[in-house]
């Protein structure tokens, strides 16, 4: 019977699809679901195979309430005819299935259905389930999905292309007019083989006003928590079985590797004491405050959190006026805001520029709220969570390399969906934004026009980079020395902020100028103060640092964890501010710090007050070697100090030819407006021609320079180059009429200054 030959009839249900409501005239009340609650699976574990046969054949005519699941053909005892029927399910052939769904978790009520196996032309109500699907490429069963297309190009990539599933109306997550049309229409054209084989729903509101219609059709629909953090793994396996054998196999594999996920974030954050919890309250649809059973909020409660909204119900409520949100201030460490992004990058500002949220930044929670993109499984968006609860225990980095696995695993499709075939979590598309995420992408301050300084942020960061690249990444035991590796240099690099960061981001050396960065390093440093000689969550004392830089003010504490904790690690955050630049670091490494080790760390931040003499230094070097050079003989200038010293081109005429040392407590400014310069000089010039030649001088800090030809009176060469080392700025401009020069001829006569180092 076809959807509109039955929509005339009132009561009607296909024999191969009863539905049994709270037992359906079978005592079923005291049934508890189970991982694969199938009746057959009799000895109610993960799979059905040759020792539930076993099983029920060694109890044929036996108790039933002992084995409630032995009885697979319903007819209420244990019997061959069990045997008959498990053995056509291991098998994949066909026969009926009966089943518990997981239409309980909504109403308390128990709900088995009889289908025929293996399931075939399923329909999909909203993308969580459509996405459910692609883990065991169940999307080969779905006839047609119900949700947003144009929201999820890149996730429902793989649906789209697979040749005969069909998207239906346009509705988000609700079966209403337009998709009960493309449903009636979908069920004619597979009226020879038998029809919409079932209707994969979250609850009865999917169904909109047809839930009667679908019944009286004699379509089943099966009750799936898609969307929640455990039973959504349970669902897939459920839904695997239900389609064959070769499904179910892909199926459990995926609810294997999701539910040790799981587990592993349980056991991170369970000995946590209830003080030292997250709290926080959930949102959806932008401004939907979710209740305590939702499965928003109980994304945040598997990651260790403590929902401190704590609504009654499964739903959510609108935030209508401003008390509803402001009542929550000072008392949420965060604001989880779910939104399904699709599997692509997402602006920032997209998120919280957008007027929906226009009532919660009345809050002053607001800054502390962070989107999730519900995009990703379920099991991966709990670890995400509990990376941002708690960054000591489970690492963005870790999220970010369980989520990989997966795709590798599971969604290979999604590198048909990128330019280069290789879809990397972190690169190519959103998962985590933070309101500092937002804040960066303004350029690091408020969006408002870029800082100008004599800062170069740049520079700073290629100087911690440069530093400290080999001790960061050369651990290959993760437990040992620094974590979350690999680090770089942030691609993101700009001149309003610089960063090296972590894999995954959560540890950064970070470089940002704005209007006002006192204000900002009093904010944090107020923080930092307060933590100092306390225990921390790894059972050591945070203690403060005992080094200072060059920086205006610069703060920061350090603790190591027991060596019996449970979580045994270094971490460190330092803090600080120059002119216009605000630097920020933190750091973990395991299993702990040194003093030598923080000290490094503090001098590749920022430099210390250098101890170095510029004048021994350039009194060291010979200037004769420079007599090739237009404006020679050149000479250490009069009234050379420890903190300045300059040698200098005799001949007047021939321009500002010189080698500069400063040794001041300015003298990274001195050394960032010099690379400012000489990079702004390369501007229209071709890097790698005659033209311009990058010159690359091993052991400063960071250093730029270059050669560059002019054909101007018979050609010359000119030749810059700025570096850092020691706390010192090294500047040199010379000229050489010499048109065979070359940039070897160059670094050569940087690194001899360099050596001239005392």
């Known amino acids: 019977m076809t959807i509109v030959a039955a929509v005339a009839v009132v009561v009607v249900v296909a024999a191969a699809a009863v539905l049994l409501l709270g037992g359906g005239g079978k005592n079923y009340e005291n ?83 009889e289908i025929g196996y293996p399931l075939n032309n399923v329909v999909t109500v909203n993308p969580d389930m459509t996405q459910l699907t692609f883990m065991f490429d169940g999307d080969e069963k779905v006839a047609g999905y119900v949700a947003s297309h144009d929201s999820y190009v890149n996730t429902f990539y793989k649906i789209d292309n ?21 449903l009636k229409n979908l069920d004619s054209e597979l009226y020879s083989e038998g029809g919409i084989g079932a209707i994969f729903a979250y609850n009865d509101a999917a169904l909109g006003d047809y839930k009667d219609d679908l019944q009286a059709a004699g379509i089943p629909v099966i009750y799936i928590r898609c969307t929640d953090p455990i039973h959504s793994i349970d669902a897939t396996m459920l839904i695997g079985f239900l389609f064959g054998p070769e499904y179910f196999q892909k199926a459990l594999d995926y609810a294997n590797d999701s539910r040790k996920a799981i587990v592993d974030v349980t056991e ?241 050396a970070k470089y940002t100028l704005m209007k006002d960065p006192k204000s900002k390093y009093e904010e944090i440093k107020a923080t930092y103060v307060a933590k100092v000689g306390t225990t921390a969550r790894t059972s050591g004392i945070c203690t403060e640092i005992p080094f200072t830089t060059n920086l205006t003010e610069c703060y920061g504490y350090y603790v190591n964890s027991d060596p019996d904790a449970v979580h045994v690690l270094g971490s460190m955050k330092f803090v600080g501010y120059i002119k216009e630049c605000l630097v920020e670091l933190e750091i973990v490494k395991r299993p702990s710090f040194s003093l030598d080790e923080i000290e490094k760390l503090i001098d590749a931040t920022y430099p210390m007050q250098s101890d170095v003499s510029a004048k021994s230094w350039l009194t060291g070097f010979d200037s004769g070697s420079l007599s090739a050079y237009a404006g020679s003989p050149y000479s250490l200038m009069d009234g050379a100090t420890d903190t300045y010293a300059r040698i200098q081109a005799s001949d007047s005429g021939s321009g ?45 800090e960071d250093s730029f320079g270059y050669i560059m030809y002019r054909d ?22 010379l000229r050489i009429d010499d048109t065979s020069y070359t940039v070897d001829k160059a670094n050569a006569l940087v690194k001899k200054i360099l050596l001239a180092e005392p």
């Not at 239906?168 to 049309?181: H, N, P, V």
């Not at 702004?680 to 010159?695: A, F, R």
């Open 712 to 733: 101007k009176s018979g050609g010359f060469y000119m030749i810059y180059y700025a570096g850092f080392v020691d706390g010192c700025s090294m500047d040199l401009t």
């Open 268 to 508: 991170a954050v369970e000995k946590l004491d209830d003080n030292e919890r997250t709290k926080f309250i959930a949102l959806c649809m932008w401004r939907y405050i979710s209740q305590h059973e939702s499965q928003y909020t109980k994304i945040g409660t598997q990651a260790g959190g403590v929902d401190i909204a704590n609504l009654e119900g499964n739903g959510s409520v609108p935030l209508n006026d401003v008390e509803a949100i402001t009542i929550y201030n000072d008392k949420i460490d965060y604001i989880l805001n779910c939104r399904t992004m699709d599997c692509k990058i997402v602006a920032p500002s997209y998120l919280f520029d957008n007027s929906s949220i226009d009532i919660i930044k009345k809050s002053s929670e607001f800054e502390n709220m962070f989107f999730l993109n519900l995009s990703i499984p379920t099991p991966c968006r709990v670890m995400y969570v509990a990376a941002m609860f708690y960054p000591d225990i489970v690492s963005m980095s870790d999220a970010h390399k369980y989520f990989q696995t997966m795709v590798d695993k599971y969604l290979s499709y999604l590198n048909e969906t990128v330019a280069d075939h290789d879809f990397n979590v972190v690169q190519d598309m959103t998962t985590i934004v933070t309101y500092q995420d937002y804040l960066d992408s303004k350029g690091g301050d408020s969006g408002d026009d870029e800082i100008t300084s004599d800062i170069s942020v740049e520079a700073l960061a290629n100087r911690f980079w440069n530093i400290m690249k080999d001790d960061l990444n050369s651990n290959l035991d993760p437990m040992i020395d620094y974590s979350y590796t690999p680090y770089e240099l942030s691609p993101d690099n700009n001149s309003q902020q610089a960063k090296v960061v972590s894999d995954g981001g959560s540890y950064f």
């Open 656 to 700: 500002d030819r010189h080698i500069e040392v400063d040794s001041s407590s300015e003298a990274f400014v001195t050394y960032s407006k010099a690379v400012y310069a000489y990079r702004t000089k390369t501007t229209g010039y071709d890097e790698s021609g005659d033209v311009y030649i990058k010159m690359d001088v091993d052991g400063f």
């Open 162 to 182: 697979n040749g005969f599933s069909r998207h239906l109306g346009s509705s988000a997550r609700i079966i209403e007019s337009a998709e009960w049309e493309d």
């Open 31 to 113: 049934i508890e679901m189970t991982s694969l609650p199938i009746y057959g699976n009799a000895n109610e574990d993960y799979t059905i195979d040759q020792k539930d046969v076993d099983l029920i054949r060694s109890n044929i005519g036996g108790d039933l309430s002992k084995y409630p699941y032995a009885d697979a053909d319903g007819d209420g005892m244990i019997t061959e005819d069990d045997v008959l029927v498990v053995e056509k399910l291991i098998k994949g052939e066909n026969t009926t299935i009966r089943f518990i769904d997981q239409y309980v978790y909504d109403t308390g009520n128990t709900h088995i259905l």
